[in-house]
């Protein structure tokens, strides 16, 4: 399920020119080592980002919610209460006591992902071998099937902290990974401990790409330690103006994975390609998103040779939103606070109710064309 708050054939469309400064680009290009497999060895990788803004004069198509040259989007949802990690309105009361479900799921262009539509938030890390994973959060929405459930890294304790000592589904790690799960505030519902709530999809997958959870078991259970989380991120209300340039997207590089994100203005998402593919789970579904988030991370070394963003401290950073971009700085004091996002000129940045995806690929160097 989207969370679009317009359909491409509910409405009449309308076109208007929207007029932007000359073409310009900002792209991330760095050459850093980082460990590969479980081997120890290093490799030399680079990652980069390749953002592209609409070319003066480009006419494009815009549905009639979208109001003219002031840039105010009155899609958004009316003031009332909200989901914390979506901005949406909050249809169910009782999912307002819930906490929320970090789950690690596997990102193998072979394997799709699964259950990736009902997610609030999901982050996309470097892990070890140069490939990425990600870590689905739920809150507002469950799914029965979420997967393939692959293991945990240290970097996990930090990145999730902000989020209110969340249950953490998992396959589980190495010693060393599992003690710090273990001995930190994130709940621990690995594959060993997950009585009932995970299971085996019993397709022809090799066995380490058929574990998943079933999110719907998971908000079921009492997890007296788990508290509800906090909003990530400020939301726009009707009447607030889009912040930014216009953008048609951007283009990334997670070691080995090409990731390409493109603004529909009909569907008022953006349409992931991955390694020049579109981007679709096991059932078909293309992986869409209403904001991208982009943080530069450091990435010293970790465990058996993986990656450990280093996710306190500042870095650049850019939102993509509404068909919008922001460039912009990110802040964290420590693992329990949210990440902070102020433009250029110090303004806190809003985002579009929806879900949001988080890219954390390798610092670098940003250079505007």
């Known amino acids: 399920m989207r969370f679009s708050r317009t359909s491409s054939s509910s409405r009449p469309r309308s076109r208007r020119r929207l007029a932007t400064g000359a073409l310009v680009a900002a792209g991330l290009v760095v050459a850093a080592c980082s460990s590969g497999g479980g081997s120890g060895g290093t490799s030399s990788t680079q990652s980069s980002l390749d953002v592209s803004t609409l070319a003066p004069n480009t006419e494009v198509s815009v549905p009639d919610s979208v109001t003219d040259t002031a840039g105010v989007d009155t899609t958004v949802p009316s003031t009332g209460p909200v989901f914390p990690l979506t901005g949406l309105p909050l249809t169910d009361p009782a999912a307002a006591t819930r906490p929320a479900i970090v789950v690690k799921v596997g990102n193998y262009d072979a394997h799709p992902q699964r259950g990736a539509a009902n997610a609030d938030i999901i982050y996309e890390e470097i892990i070890n071998a140069n490939v990425s994973r990600f870590a689905m959060i739920f809150q507002s929405k469950a799914s029965k099937e979420v997967g393939p459930i692959r293991s945990g890294r240290r970097q996990d304790v930090d990145l999730f902290g902000s989020f209110n000592k969340p249950v953490f589904a998992w396959a589980g790690g190495n010693a060393t990974v599992t003690g710090e799960i273990r001995s930190s505030d994130l709940v621990d519902l690995s594959q060993t401990k ?176």
Request: glycine share 10%.
């Open 194 to 369: 997950c009585d009932g709530t995970c299971y085996r999809s019993g397709d022809d997958s090799p066995i380490e790409f058929t574990l998943m959870f079933n999110i719907e078991k998971v908000f079921a259970k009492t997890f007296p330690t788990a508290g509800v989380p906090p909003a990530q991120f400020k939301y726009r209300a009707v009447g607030d103006a889009l912040q930014g340039s216009a953008s048609l997207g951007v283009k990334l590089t997670m070691d080995n994975y090409k990731i390409d994100w493109t603004w529909d203005p009909n569907k008022q998402q953006y349409d992931r390609n991955q390694n020049g593919r579109p981007d679709k789970g096991k059932a078909g579904d293309l992986l869409t998103t209403e904001n991208i988030v982009v943080l530069e991370m450091v990435y010293k070394p970790g465990i058996s040779g993986s990656p450990d963003a280093q996710s306190t401290g500042n870095g650049q950073a850019w939102v993509f939103t509404g068909g919008n971009m922001v460039h912009d700085t990110w802040s964290r004091a420590d693992r329990t606070k949210v990440f902070s996002l102020k433009d250029d000129s110090g303004n806190v940045i809003k985002l579009t109710p929806g879900r949001t995806f988080i890219e954390l690929p390798r610092k670098g160097t940003t250079v505007p064309k």
